[in-house]
């Protein structure tokens, strides 16, 4: 059992959406970046879509009240135990007593703490993803507040093994963790450089040929006025060729939409499930991760690629994580 003694920013229990739900007009919610969230599960053992901690620029304060598995995934927001850095990306076993804190916000913007058995919240419309709006899914549809008490489902025999395994070492310290942790090459999807890939959208050629060019060509920033449901962009207006009426059609996380004011706004996990302004750009998905770690006041910028480039990359992805899971198992055995 975990005691929330400060909530952080914006702590919310979430899964890897809420699936088959949106022609009631239910949204996907979810986990901002899945691939942290995915990661993290499978280094203690988890199936990849139990539900996990997500954070967002300022990280919780949390007091451990049984030894416990978890591992850190995506953002550095400097975690700590009792004073002692916390590596990311690793397996860690926490002794009974003691306290998980996050300081500064290092790098990325969203940090998610998996644990043994996945965080225990009912299950809505087959998902314990929270969204705020609606007050569903997590815990108790909310963010998380200070006194919450959150508790672990069933720990599975992998995670057993892991947590037999990493026991005799953690002896009189507050922690230990496991001797590897994940490679560069998929941490490295967490880059500074903003160069977010996408594809032309159904409204692409309504704009006028100047802003098509501008939108390829000048950065971005985030505005603070940017949530899980969509990063608003401030830079170079863009406009229509004419004002034109349109009937509102499908989107989803990554779709890139331009509302008469001109400046694009990113759909994100929290998105709605249609959408009536004009659709500039679809983020290709191996990209979205990028996305979700980017702070509000940083900037990005755009580079053209087509669908089949944008579906081989994401194949590619696909095998490259396919690998890792094995390879995290067989570590881990």
């Not at 490679?183 to 309504?206: C, D, N, T, Y």
């Amino acid at each position: 059992m975990i005691h929330v003694v400060k909530p952080g920013l914006l702590s919310t229990v979430q899964d890897l959406g809420r699936y088959g739900y949106q022609k009631y007009g239910v949204i996907v919610s979810g986990s901002m970046d899945p691939i942290a969230h995915r990661i993290s599960n499978w280094l203690v053992g988890n199936d990849e879509n139990e539900a996990v901690i997500e954070m967002t620029l300022t990280g919780p304060v949390l007091e451990f009240q049984e030894t416990s598995l978890i591992s850190i995934c995506g953002g550095d927001l400097s975690p700590s135990i009792d004073g002692q850095p916390v590596p990311l990306w690793r397996s860690v076993l926490v002794k009974e007593g003691s306290t998980l804190k996050f300081g500064g916000c290092k790098s990325g913007a969203r940090s998610y703490l998996a644990l043994a058995g996945g965080v225990d919240a009912p299950s809505v419309m087959n998902s314990r993803s929270t969204y705020l709006r609606a007050g569903i899914g997590g815990y108790g549809g909310r963010s998380l507040k200070e006194g919450d008490l959150l508790h672990s489902g069933e720990v599975l025999d992998d995670s057993q093994e892991i947590i037999e395994y990493l026991t005799p070492y953690l002896e009189d310290g507050h922690f230990t963790e496991i001797d590897w942790s994940i490679s560069s090459e998929f941490i490295s999807i967490h880059r500074s450089q903003k160069a977010i890939r996408v594809m032309e959208g159904p409204e692409f050629p309504l704009f006028k040929e100047d802003s098509r060019q501008v939108f390829f060509e000048k950065p971005f920033k985030v505005s603070p006025q940017s949530d899980r449901m969509g990063y608003r962009l401030e830079g170079t207006t863009l406009e229509l060729e004419q004002d034109t009426d349109m009937i509102s059609e499908a989107v989803s996380f990554g779709t890139i939409q331009v509302p008469s004011d001109g400046n694009p706004i990113i759909l994100l996990a929290d998105r709605q499930t249609t959408g009536g302004y004009p659709r500039i750009g679809q983020i290709a998905s191996v990209d979205l991760p990028l996305i979700a770690q980017t702070k509000p006041g940083e900037e990005l910028s755009f580079t053209v690629i087509t669908h089949e480039e944008a579906q081989k990359l994401l194949i590619d992805r696909e095998k490259q994580l396919r690998h890792l899971k094995q390879g995290i198992a067989l570590k881990l055995k």
